[in-house]
């Protein structure tokens, strides 16, 4: 069979989905001096694209599937599968907004208010299906970069922008007028792949491995010893996917107890299972959880 055409997403997005791909058991290597990195199964090839192209490619078949941004996907309005949502490249739990953004002292206070106005972005073509949707006769034009910075020089009289806080927004002493469009990272294929009942296997391997690898992200394994006359209490303390695993050291006075917890439970958690009498808590990270 000939080898799926992976598309990984060029620029920002490049290193965290190289790392998420080595959780879920994909080792991929780019190159300096090409856009064509390997990767260690011979059923794949990777090809690196931008992300504001990745659908385009798809689509037409250059690509198999690829990762991109649902703002990129209705940009193009690409005829695409949307296989799965792959939230991997922020620190934060906050999700990518676009936005409109005017100077602070702008009389323009809603989104009605652009008639007759300049918008400048990078997300031209949603921008003004977004605006003519609402019959708003706007003029908005593509910017190549910087396109906070023409909102503050008065270039334009607003722009839409991408942000997840704002603060940089308002640290160029600019105000967000409205919110336009939330965004997310997307695993998208090509529909004659997905009819191929070859390549379908495969693409949903990956989908599955990809979201097994991030739903382990936020969660932890613990591990304890408790006596047994303690059992419930500690149980009740501990949640749980279903019910812990308990099982019986060889002194038979004392239990093994496994369970698999938010992340972020884990500091308040282990003071509380100490204090009802567990002992040797362990904490290990997981590597996929299906």
């Known amino acids: ?59 037409r078949g250059t690509l198999d599937l690829g990762l991109t941004g649902l703002d990129w996907i209705l940009e193009t309005q690409a005829d695409v599968a949307d296989i799965c949502t792959l939230t991997y490249s922020k620190a934060s739990n906050r999700p990518s907004r676009w936005v409109l953004v005017v100077p602070e002292r702008s009389p323009i206070q809603r989104i009605e208010d652009l008639a007759g106005c300049k918008v400048a972005t990078e997300l031209v073509g949603f921008t003004r299906r977004f605006l003519a949707e609402r019959g708003i006769d706007a003029e908005v034009e593509f910017s190549w970069g910087a396109t906070e910075a023409k909102a503050v020089e008065g270039l334009v009289d607003a722009v839409v922008e991408i942000t997840e806080t704002g603060s940089t927004i308002r640290a160029h002493g600019l105000r967000i007028v409205a919110d336009l469009l939330v965004t997310d990272t997307r695993l998208i294929a090509n529909h004659v792949a997905l009819a191929d009942p070859a390549r379908r296997a495969r693409i949903e391997q990956i989908a599955l491995m990809l979201q097994a690898a991030l739903a382990a992200r936020h969660k932890v394994a613990l591990k304890c010893n408790v006596p047994a006359e303690k059992l419930d209490d500690l149980v009740a303390l501990l949640p749980s996917l279903h019910a812990p695993t308990v099982s019986h050291l060889y002194d038979k006075a004392w239990l093994a107890v496994e369970t698999i917890v938010d992340a972020a439970a884990v500091r308040d958690l282990i003071p509380r299972l100490s204090a009802a009498g567990a002992q040797g808590i362990l904490e290990y990270e997981l590597r996929k959880m299906v």
């Open 1 to 59: 069979m000939t080898p799926l055409k992976l598309g990984i997403p060029k620029g920002s997005l490049e290193q965290a989905t190289i790392q998420l791909f080595a959780q879920a058991g994909w080792r991929i290597t780019p190159h300096a001096r090409n856009y064509y990195p390997d990767i260690d199964d011979p059923a794949i090839s990777c090809a690196l694209v931008r992300a504001q192209e990745m659908a385009r490619y798809v689509e």
